[in-house]
């Protein structure tokens, strides 16, 4: 069963890419926030394979056979699975330091014409397993797209420490992809953003787009050129979406967004990248991706519990995940800061491609029977199990929605300690990595694995022991509340 992917209070998916003059890094910066309606996480390191000639790849929610690849790359999968299967939101960073992450986009005006889409859920894991590099990503969704077409409108993120490619998708075989410049940054919500299209760039420098691109928009009568076989006045976003595809979550998180990039005014909507007003590092994205709706303020003059997460923030009740990578030079080192569920509740724990295993707990089942049931989970899943990590950080969450401002300041100072302490270590463990590799590769992955078992070990207890704090205070505060009135 697939749910209403119209249905605009699940499209808050956001993605910002960094191009790596515009980071301080001196490396592409990739940030994501996913969003979807009551869904479980686990991590998986997955790792790499070597498969038989004559294997061929089927996924449960398309009619693609693809034939197998030789050797697919290892990767480590954010995997997010939701009752009647969640086919559009998984992320990957893989061995060679490639990440890939995706937002939906709004129904285009291809969703009306007969369906040929033979992908969904298996384009995202396909880019991570057979991909070096975020162009050779590029090239393998397009390739995908020529061969077995694709059954949502949807942009693709495809990164690595020196280029930030966006792909976006429309039902069939169309797409439009773009590089996102050294000194640009880049922001989308749910939303089609690639304007125009270089046609000249034969060489694919900074752009890709489907041979009948144009062709299919004239013989449905979306685009007729100014000029006949002209076509510098071709917008995709507005040919292939048009009108009616502006919702307010998509509004409202622009704004908020492009406003904090800026340090001023909002953009326009349907902005694309500019070039970036100053250097970005990952302390300068981490306030993007926990920004709440900027209705909350008023809000609270009413209603002091007010959460912060409902309406359209980017930061919100939908979010599952957020993270920020910082691509290394050395890909085994490439950090993935992220969260479980939303940012503002959780600390940027760091964890790194080149683990050799996900810690127990964070994941409950094996790697093939999770690829197996991805798309058709057990109900046992979404029942609270206290040996699940992902479970401490939902109970935490939720406890918070209970009165968010009255934990709020508790909550937000002990995320400060962690990352602060992570900001330091962390450039140590870089440095000891390096070092140990240089004389022993296995041990060096073997440390590296330890150290992201220690902190994932770290904030899940932490979480738990975050929420029996709030509870055991609101306790004390109640109790002492009524003493007072006798």
């Not at 992320?91 to 129904?107: I, K, L, M, Q, R």
């Not at 797409?175 to 410049?181: E, F, K, L, N």
């Not at 981490?286 to 900027?294: E, F, Q, T």
Request: with cysteine.
């Amino acid at each position: 069963m697939e749910r209403n992917r119209n249905f605009e209070s699940w499209d808050n998916c956001s993605t910002i890419i960094v191009g790596k003059n515009a980071s301080k890094t001196g490396r592409v910066i990739l940030a994501h926030g996913e969003d979807d309606m009551n869904c479980v996480i686990q991590v998986h390191k997955v790792p790499r394979m070597e498969h038989k000639e004559g294997e061929v790849l089927t996924f449960d929610d398309g009619t693609a056979v693809v034939p197998q690849v030789p050797v697919t790359w290892g990767y480590l999968w954010s995997e997010l699975r939701c009752p009647g299967g969640e086919p559009f939101a998984d992320g990957f960073v893989n061995e060679w330091g490639v990440a890939v992450v995706s937002d939906s986009c709004v129904s285009t005006k291809e969703s009306t014409q007969p369906y040929t889409g033979g992908l969904g859920y298996g384009m995202r894991r396909l880019i991570a397993e057979r991909c070096k590099t975020a162009r050779e990503g590029v090239e393998v969704a397009a390739q995908l797209m020529k061969e077995f077409g694709y059954r949502s409108t949807r942009a693709y993120h495809i990164c690595d420490k020196d280029e930030g490619w966006v792909i976006q998708l429309t039902v069939g075989n169309n797409y439009v992809a773009r590089r996102i410049g050294d000194d640009e940054i880049y922001y989308i919500p749910n939303w089609l953003t690639l304007h125009e299209v270089d046609f000249t760039d034969t060489e694919h420098k900074n752009y890709y787009w489907s041979e009948d691109l144009v062709g299919y928009a004239i013989r449905n009568g979306w685009y007729t050129p100014a000029v006949e076989g002209d076509y510098s006045d071709f917008d995709y976003a507005a040919v292939y979406q048009g009108e009616g595809s502006d919702v307010k979550s998509n509004w409202d998180r622009s704004d908020i967004a492009w406003s904090m990039i800026t340090g001023g005014d909002p953009l326009p909507h349907r902005t694309t990248a500019i070039k970036a007003p100053r250097k970005f590092g990952v302390e300068d994205l981490k306030p993007i991706l926990r920004a709440h709706c900027p209705e909350h303020e008023d809000m609270l003059k009413e209603d002091p519990a007010a959460t912060p997460h409902c309406y359209y923030g980017i930061c919100r009740d939908t979010t599952i995940e957020s993270m920020i990578v910082e691509f290394q030079d050395d890909a085994d080192l490439t950090t993935i800061w992220r969260t479980t569920l939303r940012p503002c509740v959780s600390p940027y724990q760091p964890w790194f491609p080149a683990i050799t295993a996900a810690p127990k707990g964070w994941y409950w089942q094996d790697i093939q029977s999770t690829q197996f049931t991805h798309l058709k989970p057990d109900m046992d899943d979404f029942r609270y199990h206290g040996d699940r990590a992902y479970w401490a950080f939902h109970m935490l969450n939720m406890t918070m929605e209970m009165n968010y401002g009255y934990a709020e300041d508790m909550v937000h100072e002990e995320v400060a300690k962690m990352e602060a302490e992570w900001a330091v270590t962390v450039p140590a463990v870089r440095e000891a990595y390096a070092k140990l590799k240089e004389t022993n590769p296995e041990y060096a992955k073997a440390f590296l694995t330890d150290f992201v078992h220690a902190q994932a070990a770290k904030t899940w207890d932490w979480a738990q022991q975050m929420t029996l704090k709030i509870v055991d205070k609101k306790d004390r505060d109640s109790k002492a509340a009524w003493r007072a009135t006798l």
